[in-house]
Nanobody, 119 residues
Framework: QVQLVESGGGLVQAGGSLRLSCTTS????????MGWYRQAPGKQRELVAS???????NYADSMKGRFTISRNAFRNTVYLEMNSLKPEDTAVYYC?????????????WGQGTQVTVSS
């Protein structure tokens, strides 16, 4: 089992910045990738950014150049630096950890942290 705890959400004005953190515990040695997803009211959850155990990053097109995903040296904390925030970035942001088992993937989720961007 893997436990994830997010922090760092809040209210910010458009153009501002926030940094989200996700700290993991449990069987973190088996994690293959971690990422951030978000879900706005009435919309489906979508990928924001991800980072593999090898350090390869991936971003949704609308976040490229504004958001940066990174992790600490112990690989137990993942960060999401968000710059030039827009009102449409308002959502609940969820941390995800994935473990690949052949054709199956075990997904673990944090409780989510609210990000609100005012215009």
């Amino acid at each position: 089992q893997v436990q994830l705890v997010e922090s760092g959400g809040g209210l910010v004005q458009a153009g501002g910045s926030l940094r989200l953190s996700c700290t993991t515990s449990g069987s973190i040695f088996s994690i293959d990738a971690m990422g951030w997803y978000r879900q706005a009211p009435g919309k489906q959850r979508e990928l924001v950014a991800s980072i593999t155990s090898g350090g390869i990053t991936n971003y949704a097109d609308s976040m490229k150049g504004r958001f940066t995903i990174s992790r600490n040296a112990f690989r137990n904390t993942v960060y999401l630096e968000m710059n030039s925030l827009k009102p449409e970035d308002t959502a609940v942001y969820y941390c995800n950890a994935a473990r690949y088992r052949g054709a199956l993937t075990d997904n673990y989720w944090g409780q989510g942290t609210q990000v609100t961007v005012s215009s």
